[in-house]
């Protein structure tokens, strides 16, 4: 189906943060397929585990036991200080999960029409409640009647918050990304977890992060709300734990661990031996090679760099980010960068149609995050003498 609006390039293979093309041309790969591929393209450790798990046992399905998904648990756990995991194949599937727990979690205190605050320009992916609770009218446009029991706050905004919670007495969660990918690579302000967490306190409601696109290490820290003191009740993730291989999870907390009981949810591919063995090795290659700490490095170089890059370009908005998650922002709609960027050999992606968004492999040398600027420097520079503001 059509679906998808491609560029027209196909990859044939990949190391690291390079792709090569069906015409030998080669990429310098700043996106990462969305932030999937931290360990960058054709990772020995990951290649090997495939192999090896591949030519042991795939699958054998949830009604046996399965220590590969156990230990990848344990990991989780031991990493996040979460209590429990539910293992999904996506994103979206991760946040369903995240939903229904909310919901479960409402009626066991009879609350018949739970609700789950969701903020504007956010992104939970497409299934039919995913879509429901992203904040973005594309995404959900032909896709009506939408799922009810989300209420709607800007995000960043704690006040409005407090007034959801004192007028609706049936909200019970919170679905929040520490920092908005979709939307356009958007950071709140530093107190603005802990802000959420005291309030979900207050009121009883269960904090629900979506760390789809900011977990395992990619902002600097194992999970994003590691930057701040607190733990949230409800965890999803997906994109970077299986470093292209499909895998998910939802992890659990406090209030919401045990809610999900034998047959209230299920899934028949998720935590399956494979996919569990992929992401053990994904976890212990990132711990070894301490990538957390070296996206933070990375970062800082690049946002500095990048800075300094445009320093004289009024047309170039706002620099923002933590770690090796980056908007570029510029005073105007760019989706033709796109392009661009791929003909001088450079992968990007463009949000919110004005954001300019970096997702490198966590692996990227000092000299490839350099190349990603001095590459980005020049078809940014060359797009704003061309392009009139609005
Ligand atoms: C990508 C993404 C999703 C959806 O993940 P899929 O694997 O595409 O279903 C959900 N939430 C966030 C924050 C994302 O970035």
Redesign the pocket.
């Known amino acids: 189906m059509p679906t998808y609006a491609r560029l027209p390039v196909t990859f044939k293979k990949g190391e690291g943060a390079w792709l090569w093309d069906t015409h030998d041309q080669r990429y310098l790969d700043a996106l990462s397929g969305?932030?999937v591929c931290g360990l960058g393209h054709a990772h020995p450790a990951v290649a090997a585990t495939l192999a090896q798990q591949g030519s042991t046992l795939i699958h054998t399905s949830n009604l046996y036991h399965i220590p590969q998904q156990q230990q990848l648990a344990d990991q989780l756990m031991r990493l996040s200080g979460m209590e429990q995991a539910f293992f999904t194949n996506?994103?979206?599937?991760?946040?369903e999960a995240a939903i229904k727990i909310a919901r479960l979690y409402g009626h066991n205190k009879d609350i018949t029409t739970p609700t789950v605050v969701v903020t504007e320009g956010?992104?939970?992916?497409?299934?039919l409640a995913?879509l429901s609770a992203s904040g973005s009218r594309k995404v959900q446009a032909g896709f009506e009647p939408l799922v009810q029991g989300f209420v709607r706050a800007k995000f960043n905004d704690i006040d409005e918050l407090r007034e959801i919670a004192k007028n609706s007495g049936d909200t019970v969660a919170i679905l929040v990304?520490p920092i908005?990918?979709?939307g356009g690579i958007n950071v709140p302000d530093d107190h603005y977890l802990t802000a959420v967490r005291e309030l979900c306190d207050e009121y009883g409601w269960l904090m629900m992060l979506?760390?789809?696109?900011?977990g395992i290490c990619r902002t600097g820290k194992w999970f994003a709300w590691q930057h701040s003191d607190i733990r949230p009740d409800v965890v999803?993730l997906?994109?970077g734990l299986g470093n292209g291989f499909?895998i998910?999870a939802c992890l659990v907390s406090g209030p919401a661990t045990n809610v999900l009981q034998a047959g209230n949810h299920g899934s028949t591919f998720g935590g399956n031996p494979l996919a569990c063995s992929v992401a053990l090795t994904v976890l212990q290659t990132m711990e070894k090679e301490q990538l957390a700490a070296r996206a933070e490095q990375l970062g800082e170089r690049l946002r500095t760099n990048l800075t300094q890059a445009f320093a004289e370009e009024t047309g170039v908005a706002a620099i923002r980010g933590k770690g090796l998650m980056i908007g570029v922002e510029l005073d105007r709609p760019c989706g033709v960068l796109l392009k661009d960027a791929l003909e001088a050999g450079l992968l990007i992606s463009i949000q919110a149609d004005n954001v300019i968004r970096l997702l490198p492999p966590l692996i990227i040398s000092d000299e490839e995050a350099d190349e990603i600027v001095a590459r980005l420097k020049t078809i940014v520079t060359t797009f704003l003498k061309k392009e009139a503001p609005l």
Not at 90 to 95: D, K, V, Y
Request: proline content about 3%.
């Open positions: 969305i932030g996506s994103g979206a599937e991760s946040c956010s992104f939970h992916g497409r299934t995913t990304e908005q990918g979709e979506d760390e789809v696109q900011t999803t997906a994109k499909p998910g």
